[in-house]
């Protein structure tokens, strides 16, 4: 492998982190602020891996906190683009990106572990030679660079206790996060009178059709949040969401008017109740 | 000479380089001795199994400094924290890489602080507030592995740093004063009070409370000393300089023989040792520690590292020093409610972020200080019953000889208080007893538990004391 693959490789890697950050920028409230569904007491407490998950984010309750990580991410990410650093760039690029990726780990995909993965080799390989505004100082001797190599590699097929979805065997083997296919969430709220209507169209009449999914264009991201919500591991986390909706109605009803959030999964044969805030009424589980 | 230049050269505000590396070892070495004792309660103060998860410390506290300790509840990882912050410690102690590990012996150790925010006392702040302002002073350029030579440079050191250094403990003792204008220190009752409380009294302290002319006139010696003492250490005299810096120490020396104060005890003695004049270090004895302990260096680290010079402080450095110390002092005068606040609150994020958002309210209001013990009786899935707090098997209602049997640490006081105080924190914490005791009998199960509070009326005469019984919670806990 020559060099300048080596430097294509890293610049590629950069451009597909910058696309995959500018897709998270999209829902960034949703995903990694305490005022979307996914609070940081929520990831802790009911996300799968949440107790053991190591991310910056973590670190205090600040709500500029997320956005400078984030902006910081995208600068690291940056200078390894242009071969700044690249020795020091890598691993601090790799470190804010499992941040990133624990903090809202409920959205991720394989792709994901893979991205994570292919940072990790960044401070053993010479790919900031060419092509690099500042090429790192030194060159790892070839031998340290196969040993770690070969160890990185293997510890990757070994379920880390921390980060299940880093482990390739998890990219190779894990359950899918995507929503079965003709599946779409719908979500009712209801008021104190007992009137009923369908979240955030207050005019609307409440109705399970398609048309009245509660991310009616989702996102990219947003479809992966709802597949992992319905995995049975993450099932904590639903009440989370609707109590994020049933704050944000409150936020445009005045509060004390209402009275529940139902979230509804819904398909081709009918609907079943998904979550629901306050939770006097156990939810699918 | 300018004026600036006039400032800083030695003067009042003169510090001695020995001394100050003295308080940068006993700071590394009180560091250690934090975390050891902190260490035994690790699982229960400080993972996500025990009474302070992070899913109820970020409903409760908003975490306003970056919390290492906060990144993951996983015990692997908090286990090698806790090692890592020792390690740096003891590089602080030895004074290898001193400036850097000064930063993150303060980073990890106002990080530790956060984390179990309930379990802190007036000594944490202390420890905080001398790795921030330590950051600032050359602290390594004697009796360490960094320094080349006994002292680099003049032995006495003069700046912006060094007058912070001086007038932190200063502040701290007269606004405590201030504080302590309130009727129970000024009718001398304050250590009858205190000492009859065993949540914090030793049983040793109460021994004391017989005697209550003896203890007024403690009380009475404390605040005196405490209002007229930092005058003889901003003394420029060695001898009356000495002098304060020994009854400072023996004062904080005789509060930690009689109350569980844990690092209270030594913090503020860290101030005073780096206050200790040259003269010392001039005298046989002084000049002997001094050449022993340089001698233990140099055998440690023959070749000695090249020298990044002595450290300086340039003007704009100094003022925003001493602008920052200015803060600090409103801050803790805002403390007192008769004063109330004196900084905007959209400030408040720099003494969250420096770690030195002080508060000197020390045994203040003791009439209302807490008193009597907690048991929280469990059923276990074989019916019986246990103490989970007390560790007793069968669980027994009684007075215990102390209110900590299972976990004899000063660093529970101050979590009961506020847990007792605040029913969000009920549940949670019988929750992670229930799960400590579950590891250390895995035998066992825990069904049903009940939080229960004995709480005692503190009256000066011990006789009138009466005792009321108060269940703050009962549940499944698991």
Redesign the interface.
């Known amino acids: 492998v020559t060099v300048r693959v080596l430097a294509l490789l890293r610049i590629a890697l950069a451009l597909a982190i910058l696309a995959d950050l500018g897709r998270w920028a999209g829902d960034f409230t949703l995903f990694f602020t305490s005022s979307g569904p996914l609070t940081l007491s929520a990831m802790v407490a009911d996300a799968e891996g949440g107790k053991e998950a190591f991310s910056l984010y973590n670190s205090c309750t600040y709500s500029e906190a997320p956005v400078l990580l984030f902006a910081l991410t995208v600068l690291t990410v940056l200078a390894l683009a242009l071969g700044f650093r690249g020795d020091l760039a890598g691993p601090v690029a790799w470190l804010l990106m499992l941040s990133l990726q624990n903090r809202a780990s409920i959205a991720l995909d394989r792709w994901d572990a893979l991205l994570l993965a292919s940072l990790a080799f960044a401070p053993l390989s010479p790919w900031d030679r060419v092509w690099a505004l500042r090429p790192a100082p030194r060159v790892w001797p070839q031998r340290a660079v196969a040993v770690m190599m070969a160890l990185a590699l293997l510890g990757s097929f070994v379920p880390s206790a921390w980060r299940p979805e880093s482990a390739a065997s998890f990219f190779a083997l894990g359950p899918r996060s995507q929503p079965p296919d003709g599946v779409w969430y719908v979500a009712l709220v209801r008021d104190r009178d007992g009137r009923q209507w369908q979240w955030s169209r207050a005019d609307h009449e409440p109705s399970f059709a398609r048309e009245s999914s509660l991310f009616p264009n989702a996102s990219y991201r947003q479809s992966l949040y709802l597949g992992g919500l319905s995995r049975p591991d993450n099932w904590g986390l639903r009440y989370w969401l609707a109590y994020y909706l049933f704050k944000k109605e409150e936020l445009s009803q005045g509060p004390g008017g209402l009275a529940l959030v139902e979230v509804h999964q819904c398909d081709a044969r009918g609907h079943r109740l998904f979550a629901r805030w306050p939770m006097q009424e156990t939810s699918a589980r | 000479m300018s004026r600036w230049q006039a400032w800083q050269s030695p003067c009042l505000w003169a510090l001695d380089k020995r001394s100050l590396a003295l308080c940068r070892i006993a700071t590394g070495l009180v560091i250690l001795g934090d975390l050891a004792s902190r260490a035994q309660s690790f699982r229960i103060h400080y993972t996500?199994d025990g009474i302070l998860?992070?899913?109820?410390l970020?409903?409760i506290q908003?975490?306003?400094?970056?919390?290492?300790y906060?990144?993951?509840?996983?015990e692997?990882?908090l286990g090698a924290l806790f090692l890592f912050h020792g390690l740096v410690a003891l590089s602080l102690c030895l004074g290898y890489r001193t400036r850097l590990s000064g930063f993150l012996a303060w980073y990890l150790t106002v990080s530790l602080q956060e984390r179990m925010f309930m379990a802190n006392n007036g000594g944490d702040k202390v420890l905080a507030s001398i790795l921030f302002w330590g950051l600032f002073l050359p602290w390594g350029e004697a009796l360490s592995l960094d320094s080349r030579e006994a002292v680099e440079g003049p032995s006495q050191v003069s700046s912006m740093a060094t007058a912070i250094f001086m007038m932190q403990p200063i502040m701290m003792y007269w606004i405590s004063v201030f504080h302590k204008l309130e009727p129970t220190w000024l009718r001398g009752e304050v250590l009858a009070y205190a000492l009859q409380s065993d949540f914090y009294a030793y049983p040793v302290g109460q021994v004391l409370l017989p005697y209550t002319g003896l203890m007024r006139v403690m009380a009475y010696l404390t605040f005196f000393w405490e209002l007229l003492g930092p005058l003889l250490l901003l003394s420029t005299r060695p001898g009356l300089r000495l002098f304060a810096c020994l009854v400072f120490m023996l004062m904080h020396a005789g509060f930690g023989i009689f109350l569980r104060i844990g690092v209270f005890a030594f913090s503020p003695m860290l101030y005073m040792l780096g206050m200790l004049p040259s003269a010392l270090w001039t005298s046989r004895r002084g000049g002997r520690l001094q050449v022993a302990l340089q001698g233990l260096f140099r055998k440690a680290r023959p070749k000695a590292p090249s020298s990044s010079g002595p450290m300086t402080l340039g003007r704009p450095v100094s003022l925003a020093l001493g602008a920052l110390f200015l803060y600090v002092c409103l801050i803790a005068l805002s403390q007192d409610k008769r004063i109330g606040r004196l900084t905007p609150e959209s400030m408040d994020?720099l003494a969250n972020i420096t770690g030195l958002n002080q508060r000197w309210s020390v045994f203040i209001d003791t009439p209302r200080i807490f008193d009597g013990w907690m048991v929280v009786e469990a059923t276990m899935a074989d019916g019986r019953e246990v103490d989970l707090f007390q560790g007793f098997d069968p669980a027994r209602w009684g007075k215990p000889g102390t209110p900590y049997h299972r976990f004899d640490s000063f660093r529970w006081p101050t979590p009961l208080v506020v847990i007792s105080g605040d029913r969000r924190y009920h549940k949670w914490f019988v929750r992670g007893l229930a799960l400590d005791w579950q590891r250390e009998h895995p035998e066992d199960k825990v069904t049903w538990a009940s939080l229960m509070l004995f709480q005692e009326t503190p009256r000066l005469d011990p006789k009138g004391t009466t005792v009321e019984r108060v269940v703050l919670w009962q549940g499944n806990p698991l």
């Open positions: 996500d998860p992070r899913q109820l970020y409903d908003a975490l306003r400094f970056p919390t290492v906060a990144m993951s509840g996983c692997v990882f994020w």
